[in-house]
């Protein structure tokens, strides 16, 4: 029985992970290395793998600054109500019960051009649908929890005694985050990070919806790799894929590193 769960599991890794991967690898090398390169050196997919390394960089930084802000928030703050607490835990959580694409859509609601404050911002020159700052928030939407879901239960399990002990003897806030807090929670962080760039690497549906896709513009690695496939280019979807693909494989293997590294420490 025990063979036949092990057997299972090698078929279900196949199909699921292993031929899709086959089949990329296949397709962006259907044309020889030439046809690899040309995917790849194209403005188009110059410009969609730059705004996508844009994206990743501004979602990383800004979902590791409150994210940990978040966390500390829902865990330590005790003028919070539990039943604030409950709604924000809610509010993080959101994200996995809402589908991408709606997200992008509540987002094109609030702030696109025919909203109130999209109007707005419109007026004074700074647009965010169909722009820059709304693919950074559409990301940010999908990748929120992600920092937090892994801050938060370090920061449970060490408790707070050492952090009040550090202010009883003088220490001021980001004295006592920095040398007492961050020590605890910084593997968690990394890890967070680590999520967060490979999640954001992926991003389609929102982004899709927010940014337009337009071409030199606001399209994304993703968005371009869906183009390509709609205007039947295997060739150069296929370069584009295996690239996120590759960051991807790597981000894991990462994560891994620095799990074994934690448990030598």
Do not use: C
């Not at 078929?11 to 690898?25: C, E, Q, R």
């Not at 930084?61 to 703050?77: K, Q």
Request: aromatic fraction near 10%; hydrophobic fraction near 55%.
């Amino acid at each position: 029985m025990r063979r036949l769960w092990i057997g299972l599991t090698y078929i279900v890794f196949f199909l699921l992970i292993a031929a899709p991967l086959g089949k990329i690898i296949s397709n962006a090398f259907s044309q020889g290395l030439p046809g690899f390169r040309d995917a790849l050196t194209r403005p188009e997919a110059l410009h969609a793998l730059m705004m996508t390394a844009l994206v990743v960089v501004t979602v990383t930084v800004l979902n590791t600054v409150f994210g940990i802000m978040t966390a500390l928030y829902l865990v330590r703050a005790e003028w919070l109500s539990s039943r604030l607490k409950n709604l924000l835990n809610s509010i993080v959580d959101l994200p996995y019960a809402v589908s991408p694409v709606i997200g992008g859509l509540m987002i094109v609601l609030l702030l696109g051009p025919d909203s109130a404050l999209g109007a707005v911002f419109e007026h004074i020159g700074f647009n965010i649908v169909y722009a820059f700052p709304g693919m950074v928030i559409a990301t940010l939407f999908v990748t929120f929890p992600l920092m937090v879901r892994e801050v938060m239960p370090v920061l449970q399990e060490i408790g707070g005694q050492q952090e009040e002990a550090a202010s009883t003897l003088g220490a001021y806030g980001w004295k006592t985050f920095w040398k007492v807090t961050w020590p605890s929670i910084q593997w968690a962080v990394t890890y967070g990070v680590i999520l967060t760039v490979a999640r954001s690497l992926g991003e389609f549906g929102a982004v899709l919806v927010v940014s337009g896709n337009i071409m030199n513009k606001t399209q994304t690695a993703t968005t371009l790799v869906y183009q390509d496939v709609e205007n039947f280019n295997v060739t150069a979807a296929g370069g584009v894929a295996l690239v996120l693909a590759a960051f991807s494989v790597g981000l894991l293997l990462l994560m891994e590193w620095s799990k074994k590294r934690k448990e030598v420490r």
